[in-house]
Each structure stands twice: as structure tokens, then as C-alpha cells.
């Protein structure tokens, strides 16, 4: 079954900068789509950041228009979110989700994962 394993969070003052990352097990090959979402306290889980099987055609979130760059590593089953410029709205908890059928921009705006599959998740805070 699909795994997830998120790290890379912490707490960061505004204008800041972090690197999550996502190690990926259970999908045979590469060819899903993966994705990073937030869960702001009080607030559903919302798609931030997909992309497809090759690393190409990200989708991103308004929010992370022009701050966030997802990447994927396929050698190491592995997906990166760089996130600079940060703000205090990006504070939450961060989930790396995957499906193999959904389309990038489906699977960021209907915020799902394979078999409702997610990981423990990483906190960011963003604050002064």
C-alpha cells in the first residue's frame, strides 16, 4: 500500500525559507502524480503543489504562485517542496499525497491521495 514519509518542517521567521521533502513507497514505477497540501489550524486540507510522473506540468496553488517550486527525484521515489519568501498564512501542517489516475490540477484541487493514503505530516510555522 501506498506510504508517505514527510520531514523537513520547523518554525521560520517570515521572508524565511524551508525544503520538505517526501519519500514515496508502494506505487510500483513512477508513474503517478504527487502532490504537497496544507492543513491550516481549523481549516480542510487544501492543495498547495503537484506534479506529474516526468517532473513536469506542476500545478500550484495561488498561494504558492511565484514562492514554492515542487520537484521530484524518480531515482529516489522521493518529492521536494522549496518554499521561500514564507508568510504567516503558509503556517500548518504539511502532507505529501499520490494517485495514479487523477490529473496534476485534479489532484491538488480535490486535495487527494491514493486510498485516502497520507503521512504523519510536517509542521511548518511561520512567525516572528
Known amino acids: 500500500h501506498l506510504q508517505l514519509v514527510e520531514s523537513g518542517g520547523g518554525t521560520v521567521q517570515p521572508g524565511g525559507s524551508l525544503r520538505l521533502s517526501c519519500e514515496v513507497s508502494g506505487f510500483t514505477g513512477n508513474y503517478y502524480g504527487i502532490g504537497w497540501f496544507r492543513q491550516a489550524p481549523g481549516k480542510e486540507r487544501e492543495g498547495v503543489a503537484c506534479?506529474?510522473?516526468?517532473?513536469?506540468?506542476?500545478y500550484y496553488a495561488d498561494s504558492a504562485k511565484g514562492r514554492f517550486t515542487i520537484s521530484r527525484d524518480n531515482a529516489k521515489n522521493t518529492v521536494y517542496l522549496q518554499m521561500n519568501s514564507l508568510k504567516a498564512e503558509d503556517t500548518g501542517i504539511y502532507y505529501c499525497?499520490?494517485?495514479?489516475?487523477?490529473?496534476?490540477?485534479?489532484?491538488?484541487?480535490?486535495?487527494?491521495?491514493?486510498?485516502?493514503?497520507w503521512g504523519q505530516g510536517t509542521q511548518v510555522t511561520v512567525s516572528s
Open positions: 499525497g499520490a494517485d495514479r489516475q487523477l490529473t496534476v490540477q485534479a489532484l491538488c484541487q480535490m486535495a487527494h491521495s491514493y486510498d485516502n493514503s
Open positions: 506534479i506529474g510522473s516526468s517532473g513536469g506540468g506542476a
